[in-house]
């Protein structure tokens, strides 16, 4: 079983920057490597929605929402993708997923929680 664990999220400023962790500590690294992972949010009373993803290959695709703001990265041996969260506003606030589909299955970690307020 696939298990995705999130980290990162926390109060910030306006203008502010977060970077969020997604790892997969029972993974090998070697099949860590093959996941597509793609991170999401929910904003409360609204729908889930896709920020981005990042395929084995390290191609990324954003939500025109983000782009220019946010950056997907990941480092295989570490298990480990990263959102790079930068010039955050309120619209932001959000609890952020990571989810990876493995065997026609998705697997979703538990989410981080990110607020923007002054």
């Known amino acids: 079983q696939v298990q995705l664990v999130e980290s990162g999220g926390g109060l910030v400023q306006p203008g502010g920057s977060l970077r969020l962790s997604c790892k997969a500590p029972?993974?090998?690294?070697?099949?860590?490597?093959?996941?597509?992972i793609d991170w999401y949010r929910q904003a409360p009373g609204k729908q889930r929605e896709l920020v981005g993803t990042i395929t084995s290959g390290g191609t990324t695709n954003y939500a025109d929402s983000v782009k220019g703001r946010f950056t997907i990265s990941r480092n295989n041996s570490r298990k480990t993708v990263w959102l790079q969260m930068n010039s955050l506003n309120a619209e932001d606030t959000a609890i952020y997923y990571c989810k990876t589909n493995q065997y026609g299955m998705d697997y979703w970690g538990q989410g981080t929680q990110v607020t923007v307020s002054s």
């Open positions: 029972r993974a090998i690294f070697s099949v860590f490597s093959a996941y597509t």
